[in-house]
């Protein structure tokens, strides 16, 4: 992955073009997949609902998965 696919450059000002992972904090980008949204070094996981770019976190059931 390359820098320009991650910031946009506005004259002097710097944009992300890619969220940042909520438990790892800014740093850590979530890759965008087809269907979700996912963090490489934690697992965190959002996913996109069909047919719109809208985004539902499944965070809470995968904890909940881990407790068995």
Known sequence: ??????FKLDGDKITR???HCPKCGDG???ADHK??????K???????KSGKDS????DEN???????
């Open 28 to 30: 850590y980008f979530l």
């Open 55 to 58: 985004i539902k976190s499944n």
């Open 17 to 19: 073009l890619r969220r």
């Open 35 to 40: 269907d979700r949204l996912s963090c490489g």
């Open 1 to 6: 992955m390359k820098g320009r696919e991650i």
């Open 42 to 48: 934690c697992g965190y996981t959002e996913f996109k």
């Open 62 to 68: 995968k904890l909940n998965d881990n407790s068995k």
